[in-house]
């Protein structure tokens, strides 16, 4: 696609329930990335995958956090049994090679 | 791992004046560096990068400087304009190799 995409634009979910982010990548981009961005804050690295390369999950906060890349392309971040700590704006990211990053427009993820 | 310290965290100029955004980062080994602006409620966009293989880099009134070093990466703005404001965040790399780290951010606010 033109940019990068990514579903839903918000979420409100209760606390103790899973939520499934979703992110699609501009055609072609060996390279995705997924950031969290809480209130006023920077960017938090949590996962990135490359090409067919084992993903780097050091960001990952807890083991409630994965996420998958299905066929080098659409991504799935998922989060079980979320708690308030987790709202954020999740934000994914693609690239080719290096260079620099395009990002989506972000899931807002509000816990209750 | 890499550790990026980005100051101010808040800057205020009069429109016309220059404004100055620096970086420092830890990992010696990191070789790519760019600069993101985020408008309110809007996804980061990527306004110039600069690698370590040079010094200085312009893009009509934005500029980075990279002292390799001492390791640390400033971004110019001149001659300031309403549109400048936003949230400006640095980040650095070992491209195509690690994911960007970035600093937590700079809110420029250009007054009229």
């Known amino acids: 696609g033109a940019g990068v995409s990514q579903s839903p634009s918000n979420k409100v979910t209760e606390k103790g329930k899973d939520v499934e982010l979703r992110c699609d990548p501009i055609?072609?981009?060996?390279?995705l990335y997924w950031y969290r961005q809480s209130l006023g804050q920077g960017l938090e690295f949590l996962i990135y995958?490359?090409?067919?390369?084992?993903?780097?999950k050091s960001g990952l906060p807890s083991d409630r956090f994965s996420a998958e890349r299905t066929g080098g392309s659409v991504s799935t971040l998922t989060i079980q049994r979320t708690q308030q700590e987790d709202s954020a704006v999740y934000l994914c990211?693609?690239?080719?090679?290096?260079?620099?990053?395009?990002f989506g427009s972000g899931t807002r993820l509000t816990v209750v | 791992g890499e550790n990026v310290e980005q100051h101010p965290s808040t800057l205020s100029v009069q429109e016309g004046d220059s404004a100055v955004i620096k970086c420092t980062y830890s990992?010696?080994?990191?070789?790519?560096f760019p600069w993101y602006k985020q408008e309110l409620g809007k996804r980061p966009q990527l306004i110039i990068d600069?690698?370590?293989?040079?010094g200085e880099k312009k893009d009509q009134r934005i500029a980075v400087t990279l002292n390799k070093t001492a390791k640390h990466f400033s971004l110019h703005i001149t001659e300031t304009q309403p549109e400048d404001s936003a949230v400006y965040f640095c980040?650095?790399?070992?491209?195509?190799?690690?994911?960007?780290?970035f600093g937590k951010g700079t809110r420029l606010s250009v007054i009229a």
């Open positions: 600069i690698r370590s293989n040079v």
């Open positions: 980040a650095a790399s070992r491209e195509g190799n690690t994911p960007l780290v």
């Open positions: 990992d010696s080994a990191s070789n790519y």
């Open positions: 995958f490359q090409g067919n390369s084992a993903p780097d």
């Open positions: 990211a693609s690239n080719d090679r290096g260079g620099g990053y395009t």
């Open positions: 055609s072609g981009h060996t390279a």
